[in-house]
Nanobody
Framework: QLQASGGGLVQPGGSLRLSCAAS????????IGWFRQAPGKEREWISC???????????YYSDSVKGRFTISRDNAKNTVYLQMSSLKPEDAAVYYC???????????????????????WGQGTLVTVSS
């Protein structure tokens, strides 16, 4: 079971770090993706880190967040982080993490977004960007 946390209110230009923690499974075996959904908009894929044990451990970003967001793993804590910097009002959304065992899931999410499906989906965390 996945749980996203770390959301909150931040001013434009500020930073937040989101966490995706799992209970029961070792996240090391999974590709972990971050998605977001703003009110009235479709769910959007934004980042992924592939499994270091089943794939190459590489990171992937959508054009909308590349250069501002960083995804990383802490295997000791069984947690994946999304460090968000230079936040903009358009980054405001509910952020979700997802996990999948498919070896190429990051490439699939980058290509097809949520339509690629997912193995597990966590409860979201709200990020508000406002002055």
């Amino acid at each position: 079971q996945l749980q996203a946390s770390g959301g909150g209110l931040v001013q434009p230009g500020g930073s937040l770090r989101l966490s995706c923690a799992a209970s029961g499974d070792t996240l090391d075996d999974y590709g972990i993706g971050w998605f977001r959904q703003a009110p009235g908009k479709e769910r959007e894929w934004i980042s992924c880190v592939s499994s270091p044990s089943r794939s190459d451990g590489f990171t992937y970003y959508s054009d909308s967040v590349k250069g501002r967001f960083t995804i990383s793993r802490d295997n000791a804590k069984n947690t994946v982080y999304l460090q968000m910097s230079s936040l903009k009002p358009e980054d405001a959304a509910v952020y979700y993490c997802a996990a999948d065992l498919r070896t190429l899931i990051c490439a699939q999410w980058k290509l097809s977004g949520p339509k690629a499906g997912f193995g597990s989906w966590g409860q979201g965390t709200l990020v508000t960007v406002s002055s």
